[in-house]
């Protein structure tokens, strides 16, 4: 085990230093439409990925087809896809400008200045329709933001409300002429947080190795069931989940905010090696209470992609304490979404004979794919071989959830009279002696 994990941090620093051009676990290309509210009229722009507009229009565009032979159809194809009424019923005018290429957050986008007009030539609330691209693709969102604090036409602070996400399910939006309650932005990063994070597969492992062993004791360098009783094993569960929020939560404000940057490609890679050392951790402790420490640890690690992803989504268009504090909010809901799904099976299975075949064969291939996204991920491959396996997973939570607390169900009827311990179980204070400074001791077996 030593040797394996070894092996799994040398591939790791030998990927890192190796990679040169940034890579994403989530990669978005989000549209983005950005508002300034004045007092006769609204104005900004759209910002549009050439990649994702090229497969709505079933064009091959380029950088320079988009300003050349292609420049008249897509000016008129965005046009016919944007228009906006005021709450009387009457519809505003819609102008799109010249458009132009500029590259936002690594990609391509054709950018079009907007401006929308009242018929009376007074702003008030109004509805937003737009489906540029996303009347095609149905993965595809726009992240709408709004501007309000102008002094006589002169704006005064860059920071945005978010007003919401234009989909395949969601194509208008209400547009407040005045601004309003932050609470809407907060509850819409929120709701980012948690869709984005709980179709992340790679954090969602991660937090899924590290409480296979939460109701177990690390002795003698191995797993032991152990005479704890559920209370003590809901507080390591906690223990668990606050490290990795307090992990991610600091390195998530730190890169939002600008004090830090790190290229994406290795942070992504290091998002798949924390999935393996906490996958090594499952099979065979590599230190007492490991999976608190590893938490904590490659929390950090985590905090910097969902940094990342903000910027993906546009969402640092916005106030950044808004976005911030909702985007955080959104990921530890799901954090507790799945601890509420797998916690009590994993717990009822732990005092089972089945738990160890259990234990090992989810760490397994948690190790297989984990070492499928870092080579993915470094390039030595063309693609993930697991990722219609992974995608369906993610997809079905609750077919999953469901079939582990069958599994635990069985594995406890099958079992028959209460859990007492046995030769192989240890006690809290067994746990609590098995410090690393001590970890070569023997023990009972």
């Not at 062993?213 to 009783?229: F, M, N």
């Not at 067994?430 to 023997?442: G, N």
Request: proline share 5%; charged share 15%; glycine share 10%.
């Amino acid at each position: 085990m030593r040797r394996l994990f070894s092996a799994l941090l040398l591939a790791a620093f030998l990927l890192v230093g190796g990679l040169a051009s940034p890579a994403g676990a989530h990669p978005m290309s989000t549209s983005a439409v950005l508002l300034d509210i004045r007092d006769d009229r609204v104005e900004g722009e759209i910002q549009l990925p050439i990649d994702r507009l090229a497969i709505a229009v079933a064009r091959d565009l380029t950088r320079t087809s988009v300003l050349g032979e292609d420049r008249s159809f897509l000016k008129g194809y965005t046009a016919r896809h944007i228009s906006a009424v005021g709450e009387d019923g009457a519809a505003w005018t819609v102008a799109l400008g010249t458009g132009s290429v500029r590259t936002i957050d690594g990609t391509a986008h054709l950018v079009y200045p907007l401006t929308i007009r009242p018929p009376d030539g007074q702003v008030t609330d109004f509805r937003l329709r737009y489906d540029v691209i996303v009347e095609e693709l149905l993965t595809h969102k726009v992240i709408a933001t709004v501007r309000y604090d102008f002094d006589r036409g002169i704006l005064k602070t860059d920071d945005a409300e978010t007003l919401g996400v234009l989909d395949w399910d969601t194509k208008s939006l209400r547009v407040p002429a005045a601004e309003g309650s932050w609470l809407k932005g907060f509850a819409t990063t929120a709701g980012l947080g948690i869709e984005h994070v709980g179709e992340g597969a790679d954090h969602l492992l991660f937090l899924l190795m590290l409480l296979i062993p939460a109701p177990l004791v690390a002795a003698g360098g191995r797993w032991r069931t152990g005479a704890t009783s559920p209370r003590r094993g809901l507080v390591r569960v906690v223990h668990v989940v606050s490290a990795f929020a307090l992990g991610h939560s600091l390195t998530l404000a730190l890169a939002a905010s600008g004090v830090v940057h790190v290229p994406s490609r290795p942070v992504e890679t290091l998002i798949a090696f924390s999935i393996a050392v906490s996958a090594v951790h499952a099979v065979r402790p590599l230190v007492a209470r490991g999976e608190v420490l590893i938490a904590a640890g490659f929390g950090l690690v985590h905090g910097l992609a969902f940094a990342s992803l903000i910027g993906d989504l546009g969402l640092d268009r916005g106030s950044l304490v808004t976005t911030l504090l909702g985007f955080n909010l959104g990921i530890e809901l799901t954090q507790l979404l799945v601890v509420a799904l797998m916690m009590p099976s994993l717990v009822v299975l732990a005092r089972t004979t089945v738990y160890p075949a259990f234990r090992v064969g989810v760490a397994v291939i948690g190790l297989v794919f984990s070492v499928s996204w870092m080579l993915e991920r470094a390039n030595l491959t063309a693609g993930d071989p697991f990722e219609g396996v992974q995608t369906w997973l993610v997809g079905h939570p609750l077919l999953v959830a469901g079939a582990v607390a069958t599994l635990a169900v069985a594995a406890r009827l099958r079992c028959g009279a209460p859990w007492t311990p046995g030769p192989g179980a240890v006690s809290e204070e067994v746990e609590e002696a098995a410090s690393p400074t001590r970890a070569s001791l023997p023990l009972t077996p």
